[in-house]
C-alpha cells in the first residue's frame, strides 16, 4: 500500500511556486521494512499542466529488493481527465529485473547439425524448373543459333 | 552450404582487411618494453659484457645490459602475488636463479645470456614464507611463528632438489616487517630494532635484538657488505658483520654499495612538518653526491625523483671505474660513472599508469602570431561567424606564405624543432601520465617520446574500485587548440597532507602552482566548457557534503547557465544524482540530492558514460524496408555495473542503464554465475559489456541498442527531464574469442562519420580490432532471406571471429595490459590508441580505412608526369591543328 502525503506548502499553491522558481518537485519513498529511501524528482510545471497525473515506476532487482523509484508525468493523458486540483493521480507500476540475454548457442548448432545432415544424405533435391536449372547453357545456344541464322541469308547472297 | 559461403563473404566484405604491409610494420606505432620499478638488483657477468639481473614489483625477472640499459631478456611472472611475486634472486655458477610464487614456490634456473629456462624446481611450503633467502646452493625460507622464526633450508643444484635442516630461532618480538640476508646473516626489522640470527647453524638459537630508535623498517636493505636501515626522519644507520655479529657503524651515515670506499648521498633541501607533527623532507636535493676515497662528485639529474631509495655498484678491477645504479621513488632507474656522468636512465614509473588522458598540442606554434584556430561550432551557419571565420582562415595562410618565404630565405626550414612536433593533420597528441610513483609525464602519441616529466608527492594505496580512483584526479581544462596556454590540474592525496591541486600547463609541463585543498576530498569532477569562460571550471565535493568551484568566478556561470546535475558521491552501493545549486550571491555552491538508487546487498563496480568529446554523425539507420528507425541518443545516460553474491556464494552481475539527470532506469538486467573482469563501454546509443561466465566457462559480450522508433521527438536539443520517450532496447549476447579481457574500448573520430570499431585488449597481449557491426543486437537469425536483411549487418553467429589480421599490434606484443586510451585526430578517418601495462603501446587505426589519406605508396611522380605530359600533348596538338587548318585554308 502507498501512502502518499504532500510536504511543504499547500499542494497546489505549493507546486505553483516551484514551477515560477524553476525548482523541482522532490518526492522520497521510505519503505517500513527498513530498506532505506530512495528518491526522485519531477518538472512542477509539467505536472501542473496534466492535472497532477502522475506514475511512480517502481524498480526492483531480481531478488525482490527496491532499487529506485522514477516519478514520471502521464501528459498524454491530461485533456481527458478532469482536472482535480488538489488530488494527486498516481499510478504505481512495478517493473522487475530481466534475465540479461546469453548468447543463442542452440539455435546455431542446430542450423549447423541440419547442414550437416543434409550434406551426408547427398545432394540437396533441386526443385527448380529445367529452364531455371540449366540457363546458363541454354542461353549461350539460342544467341549462337540467332548469330548463325541472321549471318546465313548474307552469305546466301 | 551456400549461405555459408555467402557468409563468409559477407564477413570478409563487412570488415575490410585490416592487416598491414610488412614494410608498414614499426611505421605508425611505437612499443616500449618496461620491467617495473625495481626492486633487487645484482650484476652478472655474461660472456664478455656484464648484465644486470633485475627482479621488479611488476613480477618481471629480466636482465640489462650495464652499458646502455637495454633489455637482453624478461620473463614476466603472474600477475597476482600468490604466484608470480618473485621472492629472491640470485646466482648458482653459470646460471641465475630465481624463487616465485609464496605456498607453492617455483625455484626456476635460467640462462643468462637469452633467457631460457634450464631448470624448475616445484616446493609445496605448508604457508607462505615471510623471507626468501638464496645464498650459492641453499635456499633459506624464514616463517615467523607466534613463538620464534622457523627456517627451513633446501640444497639444490641444476638437477637435485633437496630438503635440508630446519631451525627454530625464538624472538622477543614476532612483528617482523622487513627480513633481508647478508650472507649467512638474517637480518629483521622489527617496531624497536633489529633482530638477527645465523642462518646455517642447525641448532636452535635466540635471536639478537639491536635497538634502533625510530626505525622505519621497510627500508632495510642489503647494501654490498653492510645492512642499512633509515630512520622516520630519513638518517641512515649502517650495521656490518663481525665475527658472526652485527656490529653497529657510527661512521658510516650515507647509502653504501657493493663497492668498498663509494658512499652515496642526497641531501634533503626542504623539511616539513605533517599533521601529527612528525618531521619529513618535503624537497630533496636536484643533484646526488658520491663520495669515493674523501673525494666527493656531484651527478646531475636531468629531472626531480623524490628519494634516492636504493643504490647498487659495480666494482671492475680498477676501484676507480665503478657503476653505481640508483632507484629512486618515481621508479627511474639512473646508471651513472664515477665522474658523475649518466650512462642510461630507465623510466620503469610507467609501468604504474594510474590516469592518462590525450590532450591537443593545437596546430601552430605558440610563439607565431597567428590567431586561434578554435572555431566555434554552435553557431557555425551564422553569416557574421562565418565571415569572421574566413577572415581568420586568409590572414592565417597569408602569414603563413610569409613566414615561409622568410624561412626560405633564411634556410630556416633545415632546422629541426626540439619542442613538441606539430603536424598539419593533429595526428600527435600529448599524452599526459600521472603515475602511482608520483611523477607526471608529458609523452609525443606519435613517437612515445618523452617531453617532459614532473614530481608531486602524492599517496597511492593498493585500494580497489572508486577508491582507487579517487585517489589522483588528472582533469585537462583547456588544451592546446583553444589559442593561449593549456591548463591542467591534477588532484592527488599529499603523502603527509591533505589534497593537493597542482595547476601545470600539459604541454611544456611547466607548474604553474600547488596548492592544498581545503577540504577532505571525496571526488572532483570537470563541468562542462561554458560559452563565456574558456577554462573548464572543476567542482570539488568533499567528504561532508561541502562543495567549491574552482576558478571561483565560475560559479558566476554556473547562476546563468542550465541546470546542473552530477553525481555525488558513489559509495559502494548507492548513487546518488544531485542538482549544483549556486547561492543567490558569492561564490557559494551547494548539492540538493535530487534522485537515488540503492543497490541492496550488491558493490557498484563501475559507472560508465559517454565520452563528452563524442560527436554522433547519423540520427538514425536504414531498415530493410526503407524505413528509418531513429537512434536514442541521450547524453546524459550511463551504463552502471554493479556485482553480487548471491545465497549459493557465486557472483552475479546486475546491469542498468540509468540517466544521470533524472534517475530514471531505462533497462536493468541480470547476470547469474559469473566472474570477473567486468568491462563496458557506452557511446553514442549503444552500450557493451563483457565479463566471464562461469557456468558455460567463456567470456561473453553483451550489446545494448537504444532506439527512440520511427519517429524522432526533438532533433536538436536533448533534455532528460522534458523527454518522455521510453527507449526501445534491443540486446544481444555474443561469446568472445578472448577468455581473459583485460580491457574495452570504442574508436572516437573528430565528427563521427567513420565507423566505429570496438578494442579488445586480452592479456595474451593482443587488442583485437573488432568492427562494431559483428556486435550488432540486429543481427537476423541465420535463416532471414537475403531481402529481409538489413543492410550492411551480418546474420547472428554466436561466436565472434578473431582474424589475425584485424589484431591492432600484429606481432607486438603488449605485456600486462591495464587499459585503452583512444582519441580523435585532426583528421576524420584516424582515432589514436595508447596502450598501456607493463609496456606501453602507440598506434593510429582507421577504422573506416583512410579514406581521407593518400595512399602510402602513392606515386607523386607518375601523376606529375601525366599530367605534364597531357598539357604538353594537348599544346603541341593545338599548334598542329592550327598548322593543318592554316594548309587546309592555303589550299
Not at chain 1, 511543504?8 to 518526492?27: I, R, T, W
Amino acid at each position: 500500500a502507498v501512502h502518499q502525503e504532500l510536504q511543504g506548502p499547500e499542494s497546489y499553491s505549493g507546486l505553483q511556486k516551484l514551477c515560477d522558481k524553476k525548482e523541482l518537485y522532490l518526492v522520497k519513498l521510505v519503505s517500513e521494512g527498513g530498506g532505506g529511501e530512495l528518491q526522485s524528482f519531477a518538472a512542477p510545471c509539467a505536472l501542473l499542466e496534466a492535472g497532477l497525473a502522475e506514475s511512480l515506476i517502481v524498480h526492483l532487482d531480481w531478488k525482490g529488493n527496491m532499487i529506485a523509484i522514477n516519478l514520471n508525468v502521464r501528459s498524454e493523458e491530461a485533456p481527458l481527465k478532469g482536472r482535480n486540483r488538489d488530488k494527486f493521480d498516481t499510478k504505481v507500476v512495478m517493473q522487475s529485473m530481466e534475465n540479461g540475454p546469453t548468447p543463442d548457442t542452440a539455435a546455431f548448432i542446430q542450423k549447423m547439425e541440419e547442414e550437416k545432415a543434409r550434406k551426408l544424405s547427398g545432394e540437396t533435391k533441386d526443385n527448380r524448373s529445367f529452364f531455371a536449372k540449366y540457363w546458363m547453357y541454354i542461353v549461350p545456344v539460342c544467341i549462337f543459333m540467332a548469330i548463325n541464322s541472321a549471318a546465313g541469308p548474307e552469305g546466301g547472297r | 552450404m551456400r549461405e555459408l559461403v555467402v557468409l563468409m563473404i559477407l564477413m570478409l566484405g563487412g570488415s575490410g582487411v585490416l592487416g598491414l604491409y610488412e614494410d608498414q610494420a614499426y611505421k605508425f606505432d611505437w612499443r616500449k618494453q618496461l620491467i617495473g620499478k625495481v626492486e633487487d638488483l645484482e650484476f652478472l657477468a655474461a660472456g664478455v659484457d656484464t648484465a644486470i639481473l633485475v627482479r621488479t614489483q611488476k613480477n618481471v625477472l629480466a636482465a640489462l645490459d650495464s652499458d646502455d640499459g637495454k633489455l637482453l631478456w624478461r620473463h614476466k611472472f603472474e600477475d597476482s602475488a600468490e604466484t608470480g611475486k618473485i621472492l629472491a634472486i640470485g646466482r648458482l655458477n653459470r646460471n641465475v636463479v630465481s624463487v616465485s610464487g609464496s605456498s607453492n614456490i617455483f625455484l626456476r634456473l635460467w640462462e643468462p645470456l637469452h633467457g631460457a629456462l634450464v631448470q624448475e624446481h616445484f616446493i609445496k611450503l605448508a604457508s607462505a614464507p615471510t623471507h626468501a633467502h638464496l645464498v650459492d646452493n641453499n635456499l633459506h625460507f624464514v616463517f615467523v611463528k607466534p613463538n620464534g622464526m622457523d627456517i627451513v633450508t633446501y640444497t639444490f643444484d641444476t638437477k637435485k632438489f633437496t630438503e635440508g635442516s630446519h631451525k627454530k630461532v625464538s624472538t622477543e618480538t614476532t612483528e617482523v616487517e622487513k627480513c633481508v640476508g647478508l650472507d649467512n646473516l638474517l637480518v629483521c626489522s622489527t617496531p624497536s630494532g633489529l633482530i638477527y640470527t645465523q642462518i646455517n647453524s642447525k641448532e636452535p638459537s635466540k635471536a639478537e635484538m639491536i635497538p634502533v630508535a625510530d626505525i622505519q623498517g621497510s627500508t632495510l636493505a642489503r647494501r654490498g657488505t653492510r645492512i642499512q636501515v633509515e630512520n622516520s626522519a630519513g638518517s641512515v644507520t649502517t650495521f656490518k658483520v663481525e665475527n658472526g655479529k652485527l656490529v653497529k657503524q657510527a661512521d658510516v651515515t650515507n647509502m653504501v654499495s657493493e663497492c668498498p670506499g663509494v658512499e652515496v648521498k642526497q641531501e634533503c633541501s626542504e623539511w616539513g612538518t605533517d599533521a601529527e607533527g612528525n618531521k619529513y623532507c618535503a624537497q630533496y636535493a636536484d643533484n646526488i653526491l658520491t663520495r669515493f676515497k674523501g673525494e666527493e662528485t656531484t651527478v646531475k639529474l636531468a629531472s626531480y625523483r623524490g628519494k634516492l631509495e636504493a643504490v647498487w655498484s659495480e666494482c671492475g678491477a680498477d676501484p676507480q671505474a665503478y657503476q653505481l645504479i640508483l632507484a629512486f621513488q618515481d621508479g627511474g632507474l639512473v646508471s651513472v660513472t664515477p665522474r658523475g656522468n649518466i650512462m642510461f636512465t630507465r623510466e620503469e614509473g610507467l609501468t604504474s599508469v594510474h590516469k592518462a588522458e590525450f590532450v591537443n598540442i593545437g596546430f601552430e606554434d605558440k610563439s607565431s602570431t597567428f590567431g586561434p584556430l578554435y572555431l566555434h561550432h554552435e553557431n557555425m551557419f551564422d553569416p557574421a561567424t562565418l565571415a569572421q571565420n574566413f577572415i581568420n582562415r586568409m590572414k592565417r595562410h597569408i602569414l603563413q606564405l610569409r613566414e615561409f618565404i622568410s624561412s626560405l630565405i633564411q634556410l630556416k626550414f633545415l632546422e629541426k624543432n626540439s619542442a613538441a612536433t606539430l603536424d598539419r593533420f593533429g595526428l600527435n597528441k600529448m599524452i599526459v601520465i600521472a603515475t602511482e610513483h608520483n611523477k607526471l609525464y608529458g609523452m609525443e602519441s606519435i613517437s612515445g617520446k618523452l617531453m617532459w616529466q614532473l614530481y608531486f608527492p602524492g599517496r597511492f594505496t593498493s585500494a580497489e574500485g572508486f577508491e582507487s580512483k579517487s585517489q589522483a584526479y588528472l582533469l585537462i581544462q583547456r588544451d592546446g587548440r583553444a589559442g593561449g596556454e593549456a591548463q591542467a590540474v591534477l588532484i592527488y592525496a599529499h603523502a603527509h597532507s591533505v589534497h593537493h591541486m597542482m595547476t601545470f600547463d600539459p604541454l611544456t609541463g611547466k607548474m604553474i602552482s600547488n596548492e592544498p585543498l581545503n577540504m577532505h576530498l571525496d571526488q572532483a569532477l570537470l563541468l562542462p566548457e561554458f560559452s563565456d569562460h574558456e577554462i573548464k571550471p572543476i567542482l570539488l565535493v568533499g567528504k561532508d557534503g561541502n562543495v567549491a568551484v574552482h576558478p571561483r568566478a565560475a560559479a558566476e556561470c554556473l547562476r546563468s547557465g542550465p541546470p546542473l546535475f552530477v553525481l555525488s558521491g558513489p559509495t559502494n552501493s548507492k548513487l546518488v544524482g544531485s542538482k549544483v545549486v549556486p547561492s543567490q550571491e558569492g561564490s557559494g555552491v551547494s548539492l540538493v540530492p535530487v534522485w537515488s538508487l540503492v543497490t541492496p546487498s550488491t558493490e557498484i563496480v563501475s559507472v560508465k558514460t559517454r565520452n563528452p568529446i563524442e560527436r554522433v554523425h547519423s540520427a538514425g539507420r536504414v531498415l530493410a524496408d526503407r524505413s528509418v528507425l531513429f537512434k536514442y541518443m541521450n547524453p546524459n545516460l550511463a551504463l552502471v555495473a554493479a556485482q553480487g553474491t548471491d545465497s549459493s556464494a557465486k557472483l552475479f552481475l546486475n546491469i542498468y542503464l540509468l540517466d544521470m539527470v533524472t534517475g530514471k532506469v531505462h533497462y536493468s538486467a541480470t547476470h547469474k554465475k559469473v566472474l570477473g573482469p567486468y568491462h563496458t563501454v557506452h557511446s553514442e546509443n549503444w552500450a557493451v559489456y563483457s565479463f566471464y561466465n562461469e557456468k558455460a566457462r567463456r567470456a561473453e559480450l553483451v550489446s545494448l541498442e537504444m532506439y527512440e522508433g520511427k519517429t524522432q521527438t526533438n532533433a536538436t536539443v536533448f533534455s532528460s527531464i522534458e523527454n518522455k520517450v521510453i527507449p526501445l532496447v534491443e540486446r544481444q549476447a555474443y561469446i568472445l574469442p578472448v577468455s581473459d579481457v583485460r580491457a574495452l574500448k570504442e574508436t572516437v573520430t573528430e565528427q563521427g562519420i567513420t565507423s566505429k570499431h570496438l578494442l579488445i585488449g586480452s592479456a595474451v597481449g593482443n587488442v583485437l580490432d573488432l568492427p562494431l557491426h559483428l556486435v550488432d543486437p540486429r543481427r537476423p537469425p541465420l535463416d532471414t532471406p537475403a531481402g529481409m536483411r538489413e543492410p550492411g549487418i551480418p546474420p547472428y553467429i554466436p561466436e565472434l571471429p578473431m582474424p589475425h589480421e584485424s589484431i591492432m599490434n600484429y606481432n607486438q606484443t603488449i605485456l600486462g595490459m591495464k587499459d585503452i586510451l583512444t582519441s580523435p585526430s585532426g583528421l576524420e578517418s584516424t582515432t589514436l590508441v595508447f596502450v598501456h601495462g607493463l609496456d606501453l603501446y602507440g598506434t593510429r587505426i582507421t577504422p573506416s580505412k583512410g579514406f581521407d589519406l593518400l595512399k602510402e605508396d602513392f606515386d607523386y611522380i607518375m601523376i606529375s608526369a601525366v599530367i605534364l605530359g597531357l598539357v604538353l600533348a594537348s599544346y603541341i596538338t593545338r599548334k598542329l591543328a592550327q598548322k593543318k587548318m592554316l594548309t587546309k585554308a592555303w589550299k
